[in-house]
Nanobody, 111 residues
Framework: QVQLVQSGGGLVQPGGSLRLTCVGS??????????MGWYRQAPGKQRELVAG?????RAVYADSVKGRSTITDAENTVYLQVDSLKPGDTAVYYC?????WGQGTQVTVSS
């Protein structure tokens, strides 16, 4: 059974950081040439790409997190680090690989 298992997130104060983890189970994650990314969906909004890997393996970022976010991969795991968090970063975050999605992780940025 293929699963993407997420961890991390929760309640974070503005200006803080978060690190989300996505572990592939039953599947080998190869970020080069395949669709691998982190998405988020805020209430009342469409799901949007936060960060991902282009076909050549380069990391790409949404303008809203560029310069304060890092996506990395290692050992069948993909990480998303977001710094200098803002209330606008509040959303449910999902990792996605090929046709598979993680279970979603709530991130709330609030004091």
């Amino acid at each position: 059974q293929v699963q993407l298992v997420q961890s991390g997130g929760g309640l974070v104060q503005p200006g803080g950081s978060l690190r989300l983890t996505c572990v592939g189970s039953g599947i080998r994650i190869n970020v080069i040439g395949n669709g691998m990314g982190w998405y988020r969906q805020a209430p009342g909004k469409q799901r949007e790409l936060v960060a991902g890997f282009a076909r050549d393996g380069r990391a790409v970022y949404a303008d809203s997190v560029k310069g304060r976010s890092t996506i990395t991969d290692a050992e069948n795991t993909v990480y998303l680090q977001v710094d200098s968090l803002k209330p606008g970063d509040t959303a449910v975050y999902y990792c996605s690989y090929l046709d598979y999605w993680g279970q979603g992780t709530q991130v709330t940025v609030s004091s």
